[in-house]
């Protein structure tokens, strides 16, 4: 959540060469904490805690992985256009972005935020037993 409300923080300044290697930078932190997030949640489905058949007939749990899941496709937008800077920022110049595109990719962003905190309340409900 902090990687993703560092990228919609600096997505709202001026798009500089110093800007740029930022969001690729964290973006990169982002993609691997979702996937290091996600390996060990499906280690503790399978492996530890309670078992497959628990998690899997919960419908806090299936809300839970499915936003997820919708949050992680959603960042592949965000991730194309961030890698599509690397020439520039190589060449040591800021990325020419379209404004449209620049809003859309905050919303995007601001839409990833607002789902996390979903997720969260659905990790309460589960923390309580409920929405089984």
């Known amino acids: ?12 300044q001026d798009l500089s ?6 969001l690729i930078k964290t973006d990169t932190v982002l993609g691997a904490a979702a996937g290091l997030l996600l390996a060990v949640g499906l280690c503790r489905v399978f492996f530890f805690e309670k078992g497959e058949t628990y998690y899997f007939t919960s419908h806090a749990f299936i809300a839970k992985l499915t ?17 599509s800077w690397r020439a520039a920022i190589a060449a040591g110049q800021a990325p020419t972005v379209d404004a449209k595109k620049l809003r859309m990719i905050r919303m995007i962003i601001h839409g990833e935020l607002a789902a996390i905190v979903v997720i969260v309340l659905c990790a309460a409900i589960m923390a309580r037993g409920g929405w089984v």
């Open 17 to 22: 060469h110093a800007t740029a290697k930022r």
């Open 1 to 12: 959540m902090g990687a993703l409300a560092i990228e919609f923080i600096l997505l709202g």
């Open 67 to 83: 936003i997820f899941l919708l949050v992680a496709l959603l960042s592949i937008t965000p991730t194309i256009e961030f890698l």
